[in-house]
């Protein structure tokens, strides 16, 4: 499979998209002031306690409080309060030395909130989940700080490897290295990437990691919070670190500056394949023919090659994919024809998940199929292909109703790129009032009007409103006979920005009447 990292600089930020086979599967951007992204660390001042959520609110500098739930607080919470401390007051004459910190005991799994944060003291807080619509960010202490082979996780001295590499003498070489050259306070989560690396390569990427975790003792020295104390590396970068593989054969970007830092970066990590890195002009969105998928992948509808398409819809406590055959036709066989469909659309469908990252619950109905046989493969094929989501996933086989249900976990807002518009006129409810319901709302409105006594009455409406209104012979027009029924002369205008209901009323110093 041909994959590609493509970056796209602009004034306003960057994009990131990966390609697989030329197809758009991944969209990420970051904006040039992009704050509270996943895995920034903060010092933050505990605001608010609530009992019944088991949860704390905590100001981090957002302009809403912060979530910090009890199951996320780490079991070594008081030591994280201790060091948070320590580190504040900490001096030239007296610093603080990590490998000398005693740890407190853990905190119970089933405790309360008020035990542990009772006082509303600052705590080091790491962004779990970036603020997402009227929310604000999702907290986390128990801190970790990622790099391309190893994770490091103060406070524990437990080295954990990857489930993903499966030879058990690897994992076990990869533990004694770790366990040899960590140091203490510091628990290690060896990454997948790690599988065949040699000493000096892991213990080089495990020093860089604790350099990070002494300038993060450095910068709360003094810090007075709220306070950003270390942001995450800039999204290209993280990105190339998570996803940067042998898989990968080519990255491009039209940025002087991330083309140089991309290619300092893989020189270190990836000598061999400095050489993938390429530098482009202009925007490179639009050259790749990415623009075009994108504005073809985030409607409603999205259209398979077959044919065949899918309905998305979105709701406050889920998501819903409609698969349907459209012209699509392989055989008379409409058992097989279903099948082929519903194999077709589960590519797609993981596709959309990880384009759009969608996440939570999400409810597949697919085309009916009668055959137990059929619905197994179905399923086969929606857990062969949703192996490439990085997201935690889980696939349930369908229901008796013919459903399937999915869940995904969302680190990040859902992507969500508008091809269409709301219609003025019936603000997207695909309604509007017909001519009569419109007529006697203007009639009990004018009525209302000259009954309080408003005088000299002027009346604007949208031009077919008005050709509406003045049909026919004058004196038996509906406006004539609305003036002869209430005895006062209206006038009667046209707009033509008017949307087709819109109407408003005037007074005779041509001020608009509220109603």
């Given amino acids: ?60 500098g957002f302009e809403k409080d912060a979530f910090l739930h009890y199951t996320d607080l780490s079991p070594y919470a008081r030591s994280l309060l201790k060091f948070t401390q320590m580190a504040m007051n900490a001096t030239n004459e007296n610093p603080l030395d990590f490998s000398k910190f005693e740890v407190e005991p853990e905190i119970v799994k089933t405790g309360k909130i008020s035990e542990v944060l009772g006082g509303k003291p600052n705590i080091l807080v790491q962004i779990l989940k970036e603020p997402i619509a009227a929310k604000g960010p999702r907290l986390s202490c128990e801190l970790s700080i990622p790099g391309r082979f190893v994770v490091i996780t103060p406070f524990n001295n437990i080295v954990a490897v990857s489930k993903k590499i499966h030879s058990s003498e690897e994992r076990k070489r990869l533990q004694k290295i770790i366990e040899a050259v960590k140091p203490k306070n510091f628990g290690v989560i060896v990454r997948t990437a790690a599988e065949g690396k040699n000493t000096a390569e892991l213990y080089e990427d495990l020093e860089h990691l604790v350099n990070i975790w002494n300038t993060v003792q450095q910068n709360l020295r003094g810090a007075t919070a709220p306070t950003k104390i270390y942001s995450e590396q800039n999204k290209t970068h993280s990105i190339l670190r998570d996803l940067l593989s042998a898989d990968y054969n080519r990255i491009v970007t039209n940025d002087k500056n991330i083309y140089a830092e991309t290619r300092n970066y893989i020189q270190r990590i990836a000598p061999e394949k400095v050489e993938i890195v390429n530098q482009a002009h202009g925007n490179v969105f639009d050259s790749m023919g990415i623009t075009k998928q994108v504005k073809g992948s985030f409607g409603k509808t999205v259209t398979l090659n077959s044919g065949a398409y899918l309905i998305i819809e979105h709701t406050e406590a889920l998501h819903v994919i409609d698969v349907n055959s459209g012209y699509k036709n392989v055989s ?24 759009r990252d969608i996440g939570g619950i999400i409810v597949v109905d697919f085309i009916d199929m009668k055959l137990p046989e059929n619905k197994k493969k179905l399923y086969e094929r929606m857990e062969e292909v949703m192996k490439a989501d990085r997201a935690k996933h889980s696939v349930l086989p369908i229901s008796k109703f013919g459903l399937m249900q999915i869940t995904r976990q969302r680190m990040r807002p859902e992507v969500t790129i508008n091809t269409q518009e709301v ?93």
């Fill in 1 to 60: 499979m041909n994959k590609e990292i493509v970056i796209n600089a602009a004034p306003t930020g960057v994009e990131i998209a990966l390609l697989e086979d030329k197809k758009l599967v991944e969209l990420h951007s970051e904006k040039s002031d992009a704050r509270f992204a996943v895995g920034d660390l903060y010092l933050g001042k505990v605001k608010r306690l609530m009992p019944g959520l088991n949860a704390a609110f905590v100001d981090v």
């Fill in 332 to 355: 008379n066989n409409q058992e097989q024809n279903a099948l082929e469909t519903n194999l077709e659309a589960a590519a797609e469908i993981a596709r959309q998940l990880r384009l």
């Fill in 423 to 515: 219609c003025p006129s019936c603000n997207g409810s695909g309604k509007i009032s017909s001519t009569l319901v419109l007529e006697d709302e203007i009639e009990r409105n004018l009525q209302y009007l000259i009954t309080h006594k408003h005088k000299n009455l002027k009346l604007v409406v949208h031009p077919i409103m008005h050709a509406y209104l003045t049909k026919g012979l004058w004196w038996n027009t509906k406006i004539a006979k609305w003036n002869r029924k209430f005895g006062q002369k209206t006038r009667l205008e046209k707009d033509s920005s008017y949307h087709l209901t819109e109407y408003h009323f005037f007074n005779e110093m041509d001020e608009e009447i509220k109603l």
